[in-house]
Structures are given as C-alpha cells and as structure tokens.
C-alpha cells in the first residue's frame, strides 16, 4: 500500500501530504520521507491496520514493566531501527513508525510473507 493512501485514510489531504513532503515533515522510523513509497504492511478490510502509539506503549509497558526504563534512556522514536539489540526492539522491529507532525505519530504493522 502507498504511504500517501495511508496518510489520506488518517484524514490527511493531498495538498497538505504535498505541503508536509516539502517540508520534511513526514518521517518513517528516522527517515525523511521525499517521496510516496510501497510499504508492505498488514491490511484489515483492504485498509492500512493502524496502530495508536499511546495505546501500543501502554500495551508493551504492561506486558513487561523493565520495557518502561528502556523508552525513558532511549526514547520511543529512537528505538526504531536502532542498532540496539533488545526484547523491546524485537519487538518494535515488527512496526513501521509514521511521524506527520511533531504530535502526530502512529504505527503500521510490517507484513511478513
């Protein structure tokens, strides 16, 4: 699926997708996003699956405590494709990290076949 389809099924304009691919607004893990790229993602009912990041760190924060002192040294964004080998990034591997602004950040499951 293409980002710009996902970014439209968030509610997301193709003039304003346009105006934040300009701007170097829209990151994936810790890339600037420059143009609309193919993502192999998991799909529920032909739509991008999408996963809320408050909701996903209370999930993953619950399923084990020491996961909380993790994100507090390294952060949440910078434990996307790190080099850092852990539980916690075994984990976050499995999940593609869409930042469109400084406050809108959700997940997409990675696709695996």
């Given at each position: 699926?293409?980002?710009?389809?996902?970014?439209?099924q968030?509610?997301?304009?193709?003039?304003?997708?346009?105006?934040?691919?300009?701007?170097?607004?829209?990151?994936?893990?810790?890339?600037?996003?420059?143009?609309?790229?193919?993502?192999?993602?998991?799909?529920?009912?032909?739509?991008?699956?999408?996963?809320e990041v408050?909701?996903?760190?209370?999930?993953?924060i619950?399923?084990n405590?020491?996961?909380?002192?993790?994100?507090?040294?390294?952060g949440?964004?910078?434990?996307?494709?790190?080099?850092?080998?852990?539980?916690?990034?075994?984990?976050?591997?499995?999940?593609?990290?869409?930042?469109?602004?400084?406050?809108?950040i959700?997940?997409?499951?990675?696709?695996?076949?």
């Amino acid at each position: 699926m293409k980002l710009f389809d996902i970014l439209k099924q968030r509610g997301l304009f193709s003039n304003d997708i346009k105006v934040r691919i300009k701007n170097k607004q829209i990151i994936l893990n810790s890339d600037v996003v420059d143009f609309n790229i193919e993502l192999n993602i998991e799909l529920e009912n032909e739509k991008a699956k999408i996963f809320e990041v408050g909701d996903f760190i209370f999930n993953i924060i619950k399923s084990n405590k020491k996961f909380s002192d993790q994100f507090m040294i390294f952060g949440f964004e910078g434990l996307f494709d790190s080099n850092i080998k852990s539980d916690l990034t075994n984990i976050l591997d499995q999940f593609i990290l869409i930042k469109t602004s400084r406050k809108e950040i959700f997940l997409l499951k990675k696709k695996y076949e």
